[in-house]
């Protein structure tokens, strides 16, 4: 079953949090949903596990038993041990005995924390006890899977070990969506959603995305351009309309996923300042 959101637009008081964004997560797959803070999409997981109303649109989701959410919290309780976190969530979801037990060990070996059981939550390193989030969203083997941020601030091997989680669970057919701000992360979902101030920037397949790029980027060390212009390491990616703008001593660049974010963001500031 493809579980959705439709043009949802959600307000708190006089602000704007969502303006008629859509999004579409299909079984056995990723979906990630990316854009800086304030970009709405924490609003949006939490509109499919039923934290926020809409003002307008509609979601499609499971019964709440059948969601596995990890939020961007730690998603667990720091004064209980791992097992007693994992034991407590298998109880509110119903499970108990050898069938808890079974599960739950399953899912500490996976990510790599059997040998932690015993230990306080509080006494795990930042990317244990994501991964211990992670195991408690996935211990009743839910239908959809919303992971918000889960591997923001964790180490690098901890980060391995989370998409290798993700991938396993849409693998066993999982509906999985999560956000992230590292479009690395989002290069390697099936398709993304790239929001900017609550609305829509981008989305579909990566090659969707690229393809409908219309513009032309560009590296140099001084930007001729600096209002469309952005640090990409030691040098500067600059942003032109089209092939035709470029200066003559300039060369086209084949635009990765972050040109793209990047410079549509800034198109949309500046089409909202034109309107102002």
Known sequence: MTYAVRSATVRFGD???????????????VVAVVGGDGAGKTTLLRTLVGEVQLE?????APLPGA???????????ASLTVEQNMDFVGGIYGLSGSALASRRDELLERASLEQTADRLASQLSGGMRR?????????????????????TGIDPVSRVDLWR???EAAAAGAAVVMSTTYLDEAERAASLLALDGGQTLAKGTLGDVLGSFGGAITATATPRRRE??????????????TLADLPLDACALTPDLEDVVVTLSMLKRHDNELAS
Do not use: C
């Open 56 to 60: 307008r649109g509609q979601v499609n």
């Open 228 to 241: 469309w212009a952005w640090r990409r390491g030691r040098a500067y990616h600059e942003y032109w309309p």
């Open 15 to 29: 602000t704007l949090a969502l303006q008629d964004v859509s999004l579409q997560i299909e079984p056995g797959s």
């Open 131 to 151: 991964k211990l989030g992670f195991a408690m969203a996935m211990l009743h083997d839910p239908a959809l899977l919303v992971l918000d941020e889960p591997s």
């Open 67 to 77: 969601i596995g959410y990890m939020p961007a919290t730690a998603g667990s309780w």
């Open 165 to 167: 989680l993700v991938s």
